[in-house]
């Protein structure tokens, strides 16, 4: 198993930008989450899917931030406008129904710097 | 939601076995004690998840004592290769509604010295 996909690894973009960050869970998990990580405060969940709906997005820090899951194998985290405050490493992982939800695998990451 | 107390750091040898210990006051029945594993760069890892008493697997053991108030994560004969930040989760392992408890601390931070 290929494990959960990230692209970018990396993304640098100017302030006001758009940005998309994309995530391709492991086949057969049902649970997609989306979280942010910053020295200042750690690992924060964002928002979650189950079987492609949004269960929970009381994390999304404010409406410049929106999560999509249009099939099981696809997620998007997008940012419009990007502020430079919102530079930080994003984790997508997934988990699998009937199994334990806090047995979570993360990607690698995608590190944004918004400049 | 439960709140978890762990060191910021610690330091140990090559060789040694090293234990972590985390406070988790307000634990409720339906939670699980969960430690995930994190190295620069990477994502989270889980490493190992109990309710109650002693878990073991190829990785580390798990020790819960009877109230369940705290929970000591038990790395035995560390390598550099464990120098890592490791957090303790505790929340409702099977109840889908409450991804949300799932929160990650400040973690701590263990250095294995050669």
């Known amino acids: 198993d290929a494990g959960v996909i990230q692209s970018p690894r990396h993304e640098v973009t100017e302030m006001g930008q758009e940005v998309t960050l994309r995530c391709k869970p492991i086949s057969g998990h049902d649970y997609l989450f989306w979280y942010r990580q910053t020295m200042m405060r750690g690992l924060e969940l964002l928002i979650y899917?189950?079987?492609?709906?949004?269960?929970?997005d009381s994390g999304m820090p404010e409406d410049r931030f929106s999560a999509k899951m249009p099939n099981a194998s696809f997620s998007t985290l997008k940012i419009q406008p990007s502020e430079p405050r919102d530079s930080a490493v994003y984790f997508c992982?997934?988990?699998?129904?009937?199994?334990?939800?806090?047995?979570?695998?993360f990607g690698p990451g995608t590190r944004l710097t918004v400049l | 939601l439960a709140k978890t107390t762990q060191p910021i750091s610690m330091d140990s040898y090559e060789g040694q076995e090293v234990n972590i210990t985390c406070s988790h006051n307000?634990?409720?029945?339906?939670?699980?004690i969960t430690w995930y594993q994190q190295f620069p760069s990477q994502g989270p890892r889980f490493i190992i998840q109990g309710y109650k008493t002693k878990v073991t697997n190829e990785v580390a053991s798990l020790f819960i004592p009877a109230d369940r108030k705290s929970s000591t994560l038990s790395l035995p004969r560390v390598s550099l290769s464990d120098t890592a930040v490791y957090y303790c989760l505790v929340g409702d392992a099977f109840s889908s509604g409450s991804a949300r408890q799932l929160t990650f601390g400040s973690g701590t931070q263990l250095t294995v010295l050669p």
């Open positions: 992982a997934s988990s699998r129904a009937g199994g334990s939800y806090n047995e979570q695998f």
């Open positions: 307000n634990i409720a029945t339906n939670d699980y």
């Open positions: 899917f189950n079987n492609n709906v949004p269960i929970d």
